[in-house]
Structures are given as structure tokens and as C-alpha cells.
């Protein structure tokens, strides 16, 4: 799948989304009925009011607030004015789909005029039908990008059928009502098919060839360049008395001494100082006529550069290891800061259940499918009790609330960042202080990583989106944590399970997706291993690998390695099984054969995850046919074997032979494992 796909996707997405999200509560709306409507919303990073532009241009070139369309033009907007109201229940529809249908009015508004339609009346079975087929001949029969995949055709399609549940508005408005069921009764998603061929790709991760040299750099400006920035920001908003010449000549005498650490890639000062003239060139400029072009900035300016550069390091930082969405970045708030640790309130600090490490929490507020928004917190890390160590997102957070701190004062705002409205240098008014927009932290993070991180040739031009970060986030803590839940800073393995499910994995419904899609994706590179490396693996699966293996011949080549790992991975998803890495094997999750639920702290009728908490190597694993143990997991086998001897030695000393027999079972288990994997044997 291409990346121009990857980036349609997430659009698709959000268009999906609006389109057939439930009714949530609503938004605040001018109710003049005229040329504009404006809906007010309140999602952090975004505008604040959404607004429908009526009269556009229709295909005979006449406006759409033409005499001759009024009673539609009416109509149209009766059905808006419905789906947007507040209801008996309180809900209405949210007013970030403004944009996404409003597009899709005007479609279908420009298709009713096209073929003659003039009210809403009109749009019986045949109406929907040949709206339908219009779609497919236009939309659907493209090549490539050309043709539309089926869920944007639903997406298309969704708007008329939507005008159908309106009928008792229009009337109540004295307008002619419509007359047919959308579609004959047929499910929107079924014509979509009916009419449409593509499949939907899926929206990628940030690439590991970008994201891990991306986050090594995080680590390397949040210990060394961003307190260099911010020791910029300190020399340039600190007076320095006199006049204004005066104090001029003294900022640029200061900002003129400063020195700057090599990249460690370069080995190069990243930045070159204030003492020659600056020039920058700016890819991902909102305006289109800026992108590629070489600016001389001022010194004002390049302070603002170099403020606006660890601002996009540091949102790289908390998305791609805390899986944040935009919105709930820009969202966070800053009113006060702990006595104590010094930390801002929109981190918080609690004791793990063990009282031996401290967990990190991000708190903040939800806004996707949250209306009102709602708090949330995430986990972002932890550390043993009485370190000083703070997680790479805290550290993100800590550095932003200082950096920032000079203009949240100024303009009475607690927004942990914030944005400038004036177009050169720093704000220097309260007033030119904005909101931090999600369209500038995603092009902000597109020209940090283009500028500053080292990434393969074939990955120079990767069209990264915030999004992407966060299923990075979720392939990272499938591939490292061997849990399988969404724990940073594994390095430390001092994070509880318990709380990570609870305050994070289970209040995440996109992120559980992700973590699903990643989870088969693994499993099905497990189950190619095992095909293809049967004599090197062990474990109770092994037992239906010959089967597995004979299926998948009559499909595919069992040559052909993409192809094989395609059959499984689309078997595993049919059948719901995901992969749970361990250190002493992978579990392919299947309820029907698993035994640790029956020893774990809590027994479910119906588990559908593997009890993390009643697993152990030789009991519950050992017996199960969910296990697969392969070459990677030798390590752990070696070591358990080692110990196992010297246990048994020291057993032989004490005199403790009456206890032997257990140590022997688990010796022959590990012999077993080993023998089959690696050939080896107890000496």
C-alpha cells in the first residue's frame, strides 16, 4: 500500500467517523438561516467554530440559493438544523463532521440538480437506486487513487440515506418530506459493495527506519538540545534595562555567546548559533507558496525556529510513547505545580500496588467520541521508589511547561502549549498568544524529523501524521513488552500490569484495536516460523503444525513467504487468535485449550486473554496447546536449565532428595524444550 493510500485512509477515517458516529451532545449554533451557519467546538487543537457555507456553485453554474432551488435549498438545510439540534435526549450530532458533510451535501446536492431534482420529494427507491449506480460509474470505476475504496463510497452514500430520518423536521417545517426508503431497505455498507470493488487499506505505523532513529533523537534534545533552547528563550525574553537600542545590543550580545552541543549524528553543532546570519528552509509550510523556500530569519525569529523545533520534538516524545492523539496533547493544561516534585498538575504521581516504584500518569482530557469531553489519564511510565529517573514523556511534558511558561503568564492562559498569531519572532502581546492548533504540531513534527533525524534515503520523503505515532506505540509494546500491554520504558519492567490495564489499555478502544491488528500480524510470523522451522520448535501447538502446514500448501506456495504469511494472518483474523509473547514461549491464544484461567487470581466463563498473572513456565504453559516455543526463546531455557542443575546440587548436599522429584520434572521439561530447539543435552 502506498503512503499517498496510508494518508486517504486516515481521512477516510475521519469522514467515517463523522458520518456514523452516534448522536452525541451538541454544539452551539447560529441559528440565522442564512449564507453561513457557525457550530462552536471545543476540541482541543482544532478551530473553534465549524462553519457551513451555503451558497456554492452548482454545475449549470447558477448558486445554490437560486430561486429556482429554494424549496430544496430549504429543505437541506431543515435536515442539517435536525441532525445538528440538541434532542429530547440531549444529543446532537458533533460539530467536528461539519466539514466532512458538508462535502458530501454538496455532492449529492449538485447530483439532485444535475438530474432536475428540485425537492426532497423526489428521492424515492429509483432516486436512491440511481444515485447509487451514479456514484459506482463516477467514483467507483477508476484506477488507483482514481477509484474511491468502499468505505469512502459508504461515506458517499450515507448522507442521502441520512435525510430519509429527517421526514419529521421537513414537515414540521412545512416542506415536502422524502418519499422512499434509502436503498430499498438494503443496508448503506451492502450498496457500498454492491457498487465498489476496493478494499480499505490500513493507515501504517511510523516505519521503524524512521521511528526508531526519530525517538533516539528525542532522547538525545531532551537531554541536551531543548535545555539549550531553553536557556535561548531565557537570553531572549530577559531585559536587559536601558533603551530599547540599549537592550537590543545586550539580548544579541548574550544570545551571540551561547554555544551549541554537536549532533551525534553529524557531529556538527545542530544548530549554528546567532553570531552568523540564519537561514532556514521550510518544507512543510502551511502556505503552499513558502514550502522549499530559503528565509533569512531574524533573531526573534530564530529563537521562535528553535522554540517551535522542541515543541515538535517533544509531541514526537509523548505520542509515539505514551499513543496520545493530537487533540489530547494540545489539550493538556497547566494550573499548578507540585510542592514537592515540581511537576505540573497534568502529571501525576502514584505509588505502584508492590510500594516499590512510582507511576507516571499523564492527565488530560478526551475529546474523540467524548461530548461533553471527558478527563482521561494515561500511563507514561515509572521509576523505583527514590529515584530521581523521569520517563521520556514526563521529561516531554516537564520541558514544555517551561518553555512555554513565559507566554502562558502573558496571556492568562493554562494551556501547557500555546501558539503565535504574529507572523515574526516571538509574541510579545498577550493578544498574539493562540491555542496550539493540531495542524501546526503535525506539520511542525513533519519538519523536525525532516530536519533533524537521520533517516534512510528510500524513507526521506515518508508523509508522516500525528496519528501514525500512535500505532507505532502499539507495535512498539507488541514486539518489546512481553505482556503485550501498552507499557513504556520497558527497559525498566517496573511497570504493573494491573494498573496498565485498568487506567489505560481498557478505556482505549482504538489503541486495543491496534494492539489486535499487531497482535495477529505477530502471531502470524510465529506460525510461519513454525511451519517452516518444525524441527527447531517446541511446545503443545507443535502438535497441529503438520495440519497447519498441509492446509496452507493447498492455497498457497509454501514457497512463497509474503503469500504464506498473508493465508495465516487472514485465518488468525477470522478466528479472533492473537499472539501474547513470553519469555519462555509465544501463546496463541485459544480459550478452549487454555488452562491458566483456571489458575489465575479471577476465573472467567469465557477468557479472552491469557490469565498473565497464573502463567508459569512449567504448569500452566507446559501443558497448554495454545504454546510455541522457538529458537528465540532459547535464552530463557539455557538460564532455567543452569539454574535448575545448581538447585538440584544443592538439593543432593542437604539431603533434600524427597523434594528432588520436582526439580528432575523440570529438568526433563527443559531438556525436552532445549533438545528440540537446539539439540543440546544435560551434561
Known amino acids: 500500500m502506498s503512503n ?10 475521519e469522514l467515517y467517523n463523522a458520518l456514523t458516529a452516534p448522536l452525541d451532545d451538541p454544539s452551539e449554533v447560529d441559528e440565522s438561516w442564512g449564507e453561513t451557519w457557525t457550530y462552536e467546538s471545543s476540541t482541543a487543537g482544532y478551530n473553534s467554530g465549524h462553519t457551513f457555507y451555503w451558497d456554492f456553485v452548482l454545475n449549470d453554474g447558477s448558486y445554490f440559493s437560486a430561486p429556482q432551488w429554494s424549496v430544496l435549498y430549504a429543505s437541506v438545510q431543515a435536515c442539517i438544523n435536525s441532525i445538528f439540534r440538541k434532542r429530547d435526549n440531549g444529543r446532537g450530532r458533533r460539530a467536528g463532521s461539519v466539514g466532512q458533510i458538508t462535502a458530501q451535501m454538496r455532492q449529492f446536492v449538485r447530483w439532485m440538480t444535475m438530474f432536475g431534482y428540485r425537492d426532497l420529494s423526489c428521492l424515492d427507491e429509483f432516486a436512491y437506486e440511481e444515485y447509487a449506480q451514479w456514484i459506482g460509474l463516477t467514483k467507483c470505476r477508476g484506477q488507483g487513487d482514481a477509484s474511491i475504496t468502499i468505505q469512502s463510497a459508504f461515506c458517499v452514500l450515507a448522507f442521502p440515506a441520512m435525510l430519509y430520518y429527517q421526514n419529521a423536521a421537513l414537515i414540521d417545517a412545512g416542506l415536502p418530506p422524502v418519499a422512499g426508503v434509502p436503498y430499498g431497505g438494503e443496508s448503506t455498507y451492502a450498496m457500498a459493495r454492491q457498487i465498489c470493488d476496493k478494499e480499505v487499506g490500513f493507515y501504517p505505523a511510523v516505519p521503524d527506519e524512521v521511528y526508531i532513529p526519530a525517538m533516539n533523537k528525542v532522547v538525545e534534545w531532551l537531554d541536551r538540545q531543548i535545555p539549550e533552547i531553553q536557556a535561548t528563550v531565557d537570553a531572549y525574553i530577559t531585559p536587559y534595562g536601558g533603551c530599547e537600542a540599549t537592550n537590543n545590543n545586550r539580548r544579541r550580545r548574550v544570545l551571540n555567546e551561547l554555544v551549541f552541543s554537536p549532533d551525534e549524528d553529524t557531529g556538527e553543532p545542530w544548530f549554528a548559533g546567532f553570531a552568523e546570519p540564519i537561514y532556514v528552509t521550510r518544507h512543510f509550510a502551511h502556505n503552499a507558496s513558502r514550502r522549499g523556500q530559503e528565509a533569512k530569519l531574524n533573531i526573534g525569529h530564530t529563537t521562535r525556529d528553535v522554540l517551535q523545533a522542541s515543541r515538535n520534538c517533544c509531541t514526537i516524545g509523548i505520542q509515539g510513547t505514551v499513543g496520545m492523539r493530537v487533540s489530547e496533547v494540545c489539550g493538556l493544561k497547566v494550573t499548578a505545580h507540585d510542592q514537592e516534585t515540581g511537576l505540573p498538575d497534568c502529571v501525576k504521581v502514584e505509588r505502584s500496588k508492590s510500594g516499590l516504584e512510582e507511576l507516571f500518569f499523564i492527565v488530560g482530557t478526551v475529546f474523540k467520541d467524548k461530548t461533553p469531553p471527558r478527563p482521561g489519564r494515561w500511563l507514561a511510565g515509572s521509576r523505583p521508589l527514590g529515584s530521581d529517573y523521569l520517563p521520556i ?10 518553555l512555554f511558561a513565559p507566554w502562558r503568564e502573558m496571556a492568562g492562559s493554562d494551556s501547557l502549549i500555546v501558539g503565535f498569531r504574529n507572523r515574526v519572532g516571538v509574541a510579545l502581546r498577550g493578544e498574539d498568544i493562540t491555542p496550539i492548533s493540531a495542524g501546526a504540531v503535525r506539520e511542525g513534527q513533519k519538519e523536525w524529523v525532516r530536519t533533524y533525524v537521520k533517516v534512510p534515503p528510500e524513507f526521506a520523503n515518508w508523509e508522516i501524521t500525528t496519528h501514525q505515532w500512535r500505532k507505532s506505540f502499539a507495535r512498539f509494546c507488541i514486539r518489546v513488552d512481553s505482556t503485550l500491554l501498552p507499557a513504556i520504558s520497558r527497559h525498566l519492567q517496573h511497570i504493573s500490569i494491573a494498573m496498565t490495564q485498568r487506567h489505560y489499555t481498557g478505556e482505549d478502544r482504538e489503541l486495543l484495536w491496534l494492539i489486535r491488528d499487531a497482535a495477529i500480524e505477530l502471531a502470524a510470523e510465529l506460525l510461519y ?45 477470522r478466528d479472533n487468535t492473537w499472539a501474547w509473547g513470553l519469555p519462555w514461549g509465544a501463546c496463541l491464544f485459544r480459550p478452549e485449550f487454555a488452562r491458566c484461567n483456571l489458575k489465575g487470581p479471577s476465573y472467567k466463563i469465557f477468557a479472552t486473554a491469557p490469565a498473565l498473572d497464573g502463567l508459569s513456565a512449567y504448569s500452566s504453559c507446559g501443558q497448554c496447546k495454545n504454546q510455541l516455543v522457538l529458537p528465540q526463546h532459547l535464552p530463557f531455557w539455557l538460564a532455567r536449565r543452569d539454574e535448575l542443575l545448581v538447585t538440584k546440587k544443592q538439593n543432593n548436599r542437604k539431603g533434600l532428595k524427597d523434594i528432588d522429584f520436582i526439580v528432575g520434572h523440570r529438568l526433563v521439561r527443559c531438556e525436552g524444550v532445549i533438545q528440540k530447539i537446539h539439540g543440546a543435552s544435560i551434561a
Open 393 to 402: 514523556p514526563i521529561k516531554a511534558v516537564v520541558a514544555l511547561d517551561r
Open 4 to 13: 499517498s493510500q496510508s494518508v486517504r485512509r486516515e481521512n477516510e477515517d
Open 529 to 573: 516460523a513454525a511451519t517452516h522451522e518444525g524441527a527447531k520448535a517446541a511446545g503443545g501447538l507443535m502438535e497441529e503444525i503438520p495440519d497447519i502446514a498441509s492446509e496452507m500448501s493447498r492455497h498457497v506456495d509454501p514457497h512463497d513467504g509474503k503469500g504464506c504469511q498473508a493465508f495465516l494472518r487472514s485465518t488468525l483474523e
